[in-house]
């Protein structure tokens, strides 16, 4: 009853026969234990030739899946019970301080979901978890359906403006792709239809084409999860 969830410190107090006695023997029984049942668990840091830290909390669960949706979206998330779930909903860095997952919530925008638990225990036996991450994209009802002879990309920036000509980094975004189908020999716009989702960055490219209706762009592809140009998937 003395032990409790967590990391437990056994501290001994021996004594010598009297203050001028030299000799100290101490002869320690282990009289109990329990052996508790195997588990994978997951660390968030590497620590090669080191003491291993913490391990890392349960990755939260993004119920249902992300894509394309039409109109609104509902996202749940699930955490096992004693961890709180924290998101963002821009592809930001999770922390402490972002916002607290409550219940259920309704999209009607697009959004790069990043999510992290959180032991909340008084005395925490995790640190936070690894990251979630859902890509989620609003399109329009006249999108349903559109079909051409060429894939069809589109690229969300979530109403970020893109980095100019001359910058070094790039605007990340959301990135989907519909290739052509071979047996009709057309891409079309589906929910069930995707055939790349994730994330990517953008750039303008060109100081003469700066100005036109479409300018040109350096176009990168971060990968399903990616948050910036470290994330360059293959």
Known sequence: GALKEGENVLAV???NVDAADKDF???AQLVASEILGESVQYFTNPTPGEA???PAAPVPTIVGEDGVFFGEKTVELFA???FEIRYSLDGSEVTADSTLYTGPFTLNTSARL???SFDVSPDPAYVPSNVANGTFFA???DLRG????LPIM???SLGQSLQGTGSVSLTPMNVIIFDVDKATGRSAIEEGKIDYLGRGGARDRGSSSSNLPKPNMAFEMWGPSGTDLDDDAD
């Open 13 to 15: 107090h021996g004594v």
């Open 25 to 27: 023997f101490f002869d």
């Open 52 to 54: 291993n830290q913490l």
């Open 80 to 82: 096992p019970a004693g």
């Open 114 to 116: 990043e999510a992290v």
């Open 139 to 141: 399109l329009t009802e």
């Open 146 to 149: 559109r079909t051409s002879d």
């Open 154 to 156: 589109i690229i969300d």
